[in-house]
């Protein structure tokens, strides 16, 4: 580990920061656990996955709540499988691999092709294993998705943009006004097989809201629907058990899960491994700066994540993104060189959460 390079900001709310600060940090303290979307830049997050998962919150027993949107759900329904370790190994390695063959005349792939290619995808990752993800003894997993109003009740040549286009007008006047256009639908694993969903773990006061039951017939469509980028793949139509119409991905209602937490008493913190300190309330936030400093929403959050100054030693000098598939095109080997070079420089980030863990140093700990 290069020491003029330390990768790993913490960052708490002032409740999280007092209970650190009285108890300091154990695994029987996290109830909550978000999940960022953000596509590729959550790959900078799986060397912590695998150590939070593998070692850290096995030392305890308590129930915690996952929550997650587009990429971050993909993490958080695989933390559920047996074997969480391996499993967050091949999610790294099939979404690095992941590639989309142009066609004759094509600039880039369709919509159709990488949405199929997707669904093929998830249904390899997850077939015959999904009882694994919603009968889990502890976790609880809550699926964030977005599910179209009025113009975009259904998806369409024209609808489509021009719903997205009046969803960011509305949201530019307030967020609320975006539930006009959009809905937080959350698919929620039960408290038994077949039993009611467990209750959401946090207030849906922000923003309209609606809760379904996480089932075996509605798993690949509910994950592959909170993975639905607008316009780079359809929208997951007919879900099991869900309201009709058209669910897109959980990021661009809830783009870093910026909500108001309410984790169980004996289990106060939330603990949110995230790419950035901001946590941008919605997809078409991004813009707003105004909305990316923390609220008292997040006064029960300690944030993990990579120091700005370490992000820039990563190939190219940032996180992996988005735009690496159109950098790249069709060269997969040099996307896929990149990628797996900074996935490989982020276990520094678990290397110096387990040894801050170890010899907790208050001092590290910088405001939300």
């Known amino acids: 580990m290069s020491p003029a390079h330390p990768a790993l900001r913490l960052y708490a709310g002032p409740k999280a920061r007092q209970h650190i600060e009285q108890h300091g940090l154990r695994p029987q303290d996290v109830g909550v656990m978000p999940a ?9 997050l799986g060397a912590l996955d695998r150590f939070i998962f593998g070692q850290w919150l096995p030392q305890s027993q308590q129930a915690v709540d996952l929550v ?25 390695r099939d979404y690095i691999a992941q590639h989309y063959a142009l066609r004759p005349g ?26 694994e993800v919603l009968n889990h003894p502890r976790f609880h997993l809550h699926l964030v998705t977005s599910r179209g109003r009025h113009v975009l009740a259904q998806e369409g040549a024209l609808r489509t943009p021009l719903g997205y286009l009046g969803a960011f007008a509305a949201n530019a006047v307030n967020r609320k006004a975006l539930g006009g256009w959009l809905e937080r639908v959350v698919f ?30 509605n798993f690949m469509d509910a994950l592959q629907a909170s993975c639905s980028i607008p316009f780079a793949l359809r929208a997951v139509h007919g879900i099991a058990g869900a309201p009709p119409g058209a ?52 006064d029960q959050m300690l944030l993990l994540a990579p120091d700005p100054a370490w992000v820039k030693t990563l190939p ?31 276990q520094q980030l678990a290397d110096e959460f387990a040894q801050w863990l170890e010899r907790p140093d208050l001092s590290r700990i910088e405001a939300l």
């Not at 990429?71 to 091949?90: D, H, K, N, Q, Y």
């Not at 209602?253 to 939330?270: E, F, G, I, M, N």
Request: with cysteine; glycine share 10%.
């Open 36 to 44: 960022a979307a953000g596509g590729p830049k959550g790959l900078i």
């Open 68 to 92: 997650g949107a587009s990429i971050g759900a993909w993490r958080m329904a695989t933390a559920c499988l047996g074997g969480s370790v391996a499993a967050f190994e091949r999610l790294e």
């Open 106 to 131: 094509e600039k880039r792939p369709s919509a159709q092709q990488v949405s199929e290619q997707f669904g093929q995808s998830l249904q390899q990752f997850y077939g015959g294993r999904v009882d």
């Open 188 to 217: 929620s694993s039960a408290h038994a097989p077949g039993g009611p969903a467990v209750a959401l773990p946090f207030a849906t006061a922000d923003f309209r809201t609606r809760q379904v039951p996480l089932r075996s017939d």
């Open 247 to 298: 669910y897109w991905d959980g990021g661009i209602t809830d783009y870093h899960l910026h909500l108001r937490y309410q984790p169980p008493a004996q289990s106060p913190l939330v603990l949110y491994p995230h790419f950035q300190q901001a946590v941008v309330p919605g997809w078409l936030d991004k813009v707003w700066k105004h909305r990316h400093p923390a609220s008292p929403a997040l």
């Open 316 to 346: 190219n000098g940032k996180l992996p993104d988005r735009n690496d598939f159109t950098h790249y095109g069709q060269d997969l080997a040099a996307r896929m060189r990149v990628w797996q070079a900074a996935t490989a420089a982020s």
